[in-house]
């Protein structure tokens, strides 16, 4: 496991108050290092007497010992000029922003021609440099890998009813690959973790954890607590739901949330194991 894991986590948390006495809270929080944040209200003033408030978005969360983590969007009118921001205890740490075109390979102005990776989405830190990307993979004969998908989205739900019905696996793990700055560096920095849970084939997974985890040896950074700030903003985009809707439309295009077929994923770099309870447990502890 990770030295300072970020973990986003909405379910049952236990705390032993007592040998004989349990208390339960059902919250939405995260936890960084040994701090865990929950969201904070805003007041009226912040809501409506503020910049960010008003013409802007803003979602605050704050720890036990005072510590705040802050994301926001500055003007949901020109989402193109401003990015959304996260801030560790008062202090800027970077912004999260979509990959350009110039960011990427030239052939990409023609998709047809083109078969290789490209940025999708970049982590950008204070001083205006890149330090994290995420990726997507396009793959030769454009047309006939389109059909492998569409396959894939049709034999789905055949999958699913066997996997439920038939195995003890109704647990899933996505891991999806978090890079450097360079496009043609293909060491994987850290990874995004997602456990989920089958609830019924029909149903759409129950999302049960999504952590941020360096990737052991392989990999030459040493996250920072303000490194894990930067990377949660992806994690509190993907739940961001209808809530910043106005003022995520323009970077929700390069957000993969995992979507459980495999030939989709892979593309984004998200690679799935199923897994029984016992061991989706000890991955989520």
């Known amino acids: ?10 379910g049952l948390e236990t705390k032993d108050r007592a040998p004989e006495n349990y208390v339960l809270t059902q919250v939405e929080s995260f936890t960084v290092g040994p701090d865990r944040y929950i969201r904070d209200i805003l007041s ?5 007497c503020t910049w960010d408030g008003c013409c802007g ?10 510590k705040k983590i802050n994301y926001r969007m500055s003007c949901k009118s020109l ?12 202090k800027k740490v970077g912004t999260i922003q979509a990959a350009s075109c110039f960011d990427n390979p030239c052939a990409t102005f023609c998709p047809c021609c083109f078969c290789g990776d490209l940025l999708a989405a970049k982590f950008v830190g204070p001083d205006g440099n890149v330090k994290f990307t995420t990726r997507r993979r396009v793959g030769c004969c454009y047309c006939i890998n389109l059909a492998f998908k569409c396959c894939n989205v049709c034999c ?9 019905c038939c195995t ?9 690959n978090i890079y450097g700055p360079n496009l043609n560096d293909n060491t994987i920095v850290a990874k995004f973790r997602y456990t989920e849970r089958m609830i019924h084939p029909c149903c759409p ?10 990737n052991g040896a392989e990999s030459k950074i040493k996250l920072t607590m303000e490194d894990y700030t930067l990377l949660s903003t992806y994690t509190f985009l993907q739940g961001s739901g209808c809530e910043f809707v106005d003022s995520t439309w323009c970077i929700q295009c390069v957000i993969d949330n995992p979507s459980g077929f495999s030939f989709i994923d ?16 000890k991955v989520m502890v």
């Open 168 to 176: 003890d696996d109704n647990f899933v793990l996505f891991e999806q």
């Open 1 to 10: 496991m990770s030295e300072l894991p970020m973990t986003d986590k909405i």
């Open 57 to 66: 978005a803003w979602a605050p969360y704050v720890s036990g010992g005072g």
């Open 205 to 214: 997974n129950q999302r049960l954890q999504v952590s941020i985890d360096p």
């Open 266 to 281: 892979k593309d984004n770099y998200i690679n799935a194991q199923w897994k029984g309870k016992e061991e989706a447990l």
């Open 79 to 90: 989402q193109c000029c401003f990015h959304w921001t996260a801030e560790y205890g008062g």
């Open 156 to 164: 789905s739900p055949f999958l699913r009813c066997y996997t439920y």
């Open 44 to 48: 009226c003033c912040e809501r409506y």
